[in-house]
């Protein structure tokens, strides 16, 4: 072996980290340039309305407002009124996407109509106040279920709405039914809120008329499909925008999309020939940047007397809401990933995406996999309820056996590719993350705690994640003749340590350290393609990319110092920077190495060696790569306030490999305190007339340090034969069955029948309600 | 509604030990006033209504939420802000060395205002336990960290200090 450096798996420091604690590292906003201009929006203030007329004489005159630009005006610049589909999707219509800016209809509060130049921001928002619109009101869908009646409004006079119905079946779920001994039904209703980074979107144009070219920053999780798109609603070539990306303050989903704001804002710096910038602030977050929001599930159960699943059927009516953006991939995941780690015999579902006059809904962390997860889990309670059987029982006997593996699925994933879950041994997880949480000694402590007049509830849940989406991700690396190592790909941290990762796997090709690398991500001028942030695929699919590239290079390197050192290839070895014959004192630098394959000019490059130290790979994974994440919580209920109170959270996750152990329980860590959020916190609030009424985070309340109990999280290591790093990814795992664990924790806590809780987030007056239903029934 | 430009006010501050003067309106708040006057970007601007914590900072040595207090009011005032927390020579603080040691910083948008609150919290009460540390950070948001590591960065860092 020529290259003696283990630097995958291990927690090496963070390369991040240090700009990051000096307050050196530069997000949007953060972005100087000189003459730069500001931009506000003008906001549609109704949910639903015909937009009649746009008063900006009195604005247009005051102090430092540099232009008042609509739809009219952008016009000019613009190939198309509507930003196109972002995922490649059939069976939708063509006006369904969302406009630059509104000119007719308004169809959400929040909705772009105006874009506002300014000076400066403040100077841009008192404008807004200034100006005047005419509308007349027109009545709104505020909850998707009203909008399916045949009396309804329509959310948009245009079209009906029903978006898309499908269904998803396999198996023969009716005649499972029929003979199954034990059947009940569920109706469950899931809310999961926004995405809420701690950064805002924002996105900052510097138009160069002398190279007839725009350079656009945005906090984005997608530098390549946003210059793609900016580049076709703006008719230009790709090669005359180019986008960047600083460090981006958190996505969660919310910046995987290019929005009307981004293509106002680009349009606008074309328009003015001056650099313009916007910064979302958190009132346009809650009005304006994507949510995940509601779900309805009914579902009939049915399972043998043994508690064994047989099928589960039922429908779904998915909240789209004003329009759609990138596709129905959200509610296609949100039913493919329902059976979850389990063996579910026959299944059909029949989804309905439907229009309300709200904030469009696209994959927000986790990406419509606990809304599946959490009907299995609740139906895997009632089974349990039904038939006097141990919660965690029923579990194990409906766990897909670890012999099984790979376990082929009758489904498929949006890409047509099966789903088949490639590795892993559920119950093996599952019983571990019963001992590390002592299930065993529950009752124990449940009698020590009651001898108090404290109530303890446990509850235990599974689900398991496809990740590593492809078509592909690119990666160039490329050793100047600086001698510095470079990383260069189309993958978008937003902070989970992207960086640090691709970094260690390059190192340990290169025999160098992770700090001796240097990575830059999502610069278009840097790699020409790239998919970016999302579906917890970049250490798997970028990593596997990396990987390919650095080994080339490893090869190029050995190859050039062979034929400098008069030596065979295989006999070298490459560590801390430098190449060398063992037992002689023979050795050359990377810089030498890199410096003697660039060549010189008129003279020969030395044999074998080919021009540069670079290899560019676009790592096409087969299919997803599924890991198993196995939960369990401890919690205490106050029957009298409602108020539940989390004890011990523990996760047993497979992420098939670590490449840097202190990163994969960070992520599981965000993941879990995420759908904390999720099953008691956050509730995205609007009125009967689709008003938003949670608009601040007094009102909207993200989980905070003090409600979080301590979160243990066990690795677990299967690897997959479907990368070459063995890799899945974890940047969502931690989000699935975690709603599902604490309500089921919830009703053992005070004593309600296991799978009555299906309507999430529970806040204390829920659960007072539900205990009040309970008594009464 | 007016159109005659806001009246521009000079605002003296001390920042990590520096004296700036330099001129805003009266609706600067003291975070903006930071980083778009005095171009110190460190700190950060999370939800501009007082909930977030992002933009905390230590104003004589107490910590304010940056998006709620005007410029105008810090006149005259030491400020401190991440950018002030490393050693002259670059040498990180105990406090910044555990938060890399811990794992404590993900996307790093809220790490300045927790950053300055752990800095009032472990100077007031060096003592501080797991609880009084999850308490203490009740008013800073982190959406990616899930707080954990945070607490046992901050814990470290209280038994470093120590």
Known sequence: ?777 | MTDTPEIQHDVTVTVNGRPYTAACVARTSLADFLRHELHLTGTHLGCEHGVCGACTVLVDDQAVRGCLMLAVQANGAEVRTIEGLAAEDGRLSALQRAFSDHHAVQCGFCTPGILMTLVEVLRDTPDIDERGIREALSGNLCRCTGYQNIVDAALAAANAIR
């Open chain 1, 1 to 777: 072996m020529p290259v003696g450096k283990t630097v995958i798996g291990r927690s090496v420091p963070r390369l991040e980290d240090s700009a990051l604690l000096r307050g050196e590292a530069r997000f949007l906003d953060d972005l100087r340039v000189p003459g730069v201009l500001h931009a506000a929006f003008l906001r549609s203030p109704v949910a639903h309305a015909r937009l009649r007329s746009i008063d900006a004489d009195t604005a247009r005159i005051m102090p430092g407002i540099v232009a008042i630009l609509t739809l009219e005006d952008l016009r000019p610049l613009l190939s198309a009124d509507r930003i196109p589909l972002q995922f490649r999707n059939t069976g939708l219509g063509e006006d369904i996407t969302p406009f630059v800016l509104a000119s007719d209809e308004l169809l959400f509060v929040g909705e772009t109509i105006a874009i506002i130049v300014a000076e400066s921001r403040a100077e841009a928002e008192d404008a807004i106040d200034a100006m005047d619109i005419e509308f007349e009101e027109l009545a709104p869908v505020a909850d998707v279920r009203d909008g399916l009646v045949d009396t309804a409004p329509r959310a948009c006079t245009e079209r009906a709405n029903v978006y898309r119905d499908f269904e998803l079946a396999y198996g023969d779920t009716e005649a499972a039914v029929a003979r199954a001994a034990c059947t009940f039904s569920l109706s469950i209703k899931q809310h999961r809120g926004a995405a809420h980074p701690m950064e805002g979107r924002g996105i900052l144009a510097v138009p160069d008329t002398l190279r007839d070219h725009l350079q656009v920053w945005s906090s984005t999780q997608l530098s390549h499909e946003a210059r793609f798109f900016l580049s076709r609603m703006l008719g230009l070539e790709e090669s005359q925008i180019d986008v960047a990306v600083p460090e981006v303050g958190g996505g969660f989903g919310a910046k995987y999309l290019v929005y009307p704001e981004e293509i106002a804002v680009a349009a606008a710096a074309l328009h003015l020939k001056r650099p313009v910038k916007w910064v979302e602030d958190r009132r346009e977050h809650f009005l304006s940047a994507i949510q995940e929001r509601d779900q309805y599930w009914t579902v009939d159960v049915a399972a043998d007397a043994d508690g064994r699943l047989q099928a589960i059927r039922g429908d779904m009516v998915h909240d789209a809401g004003a329009y759609i953006p990138q596709g129905i991939n959200l509610a296609y995941n949100a039913a493919t990933a329902l059976p979850g780690p389990y063996v579910l015999p026959a299944y059909r579902l029949a989804v309905t995406v439907g229009a309300t006059n709200k904030v469009p809904t696209i994959p927000v962390r986790g990406a419509g996999y606990p809304e599946g997860t959490f009907v299995m889990e609740r139906a895997l309670d009632g089974i349990a309820d039904r038939l006097g059987l141990e919660r965690a029982e029923v579990r194990r006997r409906n766990l897909i056996p670890g012999d099984r593996m790979p376990y082929a699925t009758p489904m498929s994933s949006r890409s047509g590719a099966a789903i088949v879950y490639d590795s892993g041994d559920f119950p093996a997880m599952f019983a571990q993350a019963l001992d590390a949480i002592d299930y065993a000694g529950f009752e124990t402590r449940r009698a020590a705690a009651a001898a108090e007049g404290r109530h303890l509830g446990i509850g235990v849940g599974c689900g398991i994640k496809g990740t590593g989406r492809g078509p592909y991700e690119s990666a160039t690396v490329r050793i100047g003749r600086s001698g510095q190592i470079n990383v260069f790909t189309g993958a978008m941290p937003m902070g989970q340590g992207v960086k640090t990762a691709l970094a260690q796997i390059c190192a340990e090709q290169l025999g160098v350290d992770a700090t001796n690398v240097r990575v830059v991500c999502g610069d278009t001028t840097t790699i020409p393609l790239g998919l970016g942030g999302f579906a917890s695929r970049q250490t798997v699919v970028a990593g596997s990319s990396v990987l390919r590239a650095a080994e080339d290079v490893r090869d190029q390197i050995l190859m050039a110092a062979a034929s400098l050192l008069e030596a065979e290839p295989t006999q070298l070895d490459l560590r801390e920077g430098m190449v060398g014959l063992p037992g002689t004192n023979r050795r050359v630098s990377l810089r030498d190495v890199a410096e003697a394959a660039a060549g010189s000019p008129g003279y020969a490059l030395p044999t074998g060696v080919k021009p540069g130290l670079e290899a560019s790979v676009n790592f096409m994974p087969d299919g997803l790569t599924y890991g198993m994440g196995a939960h369990a919580v401890e919690l205490e209920v106050d029957p009298d306030t409602g108020l539940v109170t989390l004890l011990r959270y523990v996760v047993v996750n497979d992420c098939g490999r670590a490449i840097n152990p202190k990163l994969v329980i960070g992520q599981l860590h965000g993941g879990v305190v995420h759908a904390i959020g999720n099953a008691l916190f956050e509730f995205m609030g609007y009125d009967a007339q689709a008003q938003p009424t949670t608009t601040t985070f007094a009102e909207y309340l993200l989980p905070t340090a003090p409600g979080i109990p301590s979160i243990d999280v066990r690795i677990a290591e299967y690897p997959t034969a479907s990368n070459p790093l063995g890799v899945k990814g974890v940047g969502e795992a931690g989000c699935l069955p975690v709603a599902a664990a604490i309500m089921s924790a919830v009703e053992h806590a005070v004593g309600l029948r296991p799978a009555t809780l299906c309507s999430v987030p529970l806040a204390p007056p829920d659960l007072i309600h539900a205990m009040g239903q309970a008594r009464g029934a």
